[in-house]
């Protein structure tokens, strides 16, 4: 059984502050990694992709990977009020490059404090 | 572009009745997948289509089928509903963005099982 675990919060943040949100798996051989943001009745749409240890940015988006320990964790900075969402944690158990299948997490609701 | 179409956006059943999920796709994408998302849950994979004429099962696919009519085309069929399909369904497709796939939402179907 492939399992994404992830904090369901809720998390609050003050605006301006960094958002950090961690994901666990439990697949070692996973490659590569995902962040999806959902907003209350709305479908998920992509935020980040990941495949190698270490950081990769992308504006105020960072995420952070570390194979070894089976974690994959997503920083936002300076935190806006259109960042409340959940973010789901996504984690691929296929083939890289064509054949993804992907087990999500049950995601982290964020709230960004005025 | 609409990119992923769905069809329909609410709909109650009845225990026992049957129906079919429609999804669309216009991005030429040849993968394509059903989620159902409960709360606490996450999104979990029912079926996927990974081109024209195949279908495999994913991680929930009792209960369910499904048909790649064409490349555009997947649907889903309830052939006895239950309430435990109560959720919300997507639909995804999945296409190449930059260096890596990208699955892309449709906007949902939030079923009822009474």
């Known amino acids: 059984q492939k399992e994404v675990e992830q904090n369901s919060g809720p998390l609050s943040v003050p605006e301006g502050a960094i958002a950090s949100l961690n994901c666990t798996y439990s697949?070692?051989?996973?490659?590569?990694f995902f962040w999806y943001r959902q907003y209350s009745g709305k479908s998920p749409e992509l935020i980040m992709f990941i495949y190698s240890n270490g950081d990769k940015e992308d504006g105020r988006f960072t995420a952070q990977l570390n194979k070894a320990s089976q974690y994959v964790s997503l920083l936002i900075r300076d935190s806006q009020p259109s960042d409340s969402a959940t973010y789901l944690c996504?984690?691929?158990?296929?083939?890289?490059?064509?054949?993804?299948?992907?087990?999500f997490g049950t995601g982290t609701r964020l709230t960004i404090i005025p | 572009n609409a990119g992923v179409t769905q069809t329909p956006k609410f709909q109650v059943l009845k225990t026992g009745q049957s129906m079919t999920l429609q999804c669309a796709q216009d991005m030429n994408h040849n993968s394509m997948y059903w989620y159902r998302q409960d709360p606490g849950m996450g999104l979990r994979l029912i079926y996927y289509s990974a081109s024209e004429g195949t279908t495999d099962k994913g991680e929930v696919p009792n209960g369910y089928n499904v048909s790649r009519l064409n490349k555009r085309e997947f649907s889903l069929r309830l052939e006895s509903a239950a309430p435990s399909q109560t959720s919300v369904y997507f639909c995804?497709?999945?296409?190449?963005?930059?260096?890596?796939?990208?699955?892309?939402f449709g906007p949902g179907t939030r079923l009822t099982v009474t």
């Open positions: 996504a984690v691929n158990w296929g083939s890289n490059f064509g054949n993804e299948k992907l087990t």
């Open positions: 697949d070692r051989g996973s490659q590569s």
């Open positions: 995804a497709s999945k296409g190449r963005r930059l260096s890596s796939y990208e699955q892309y």
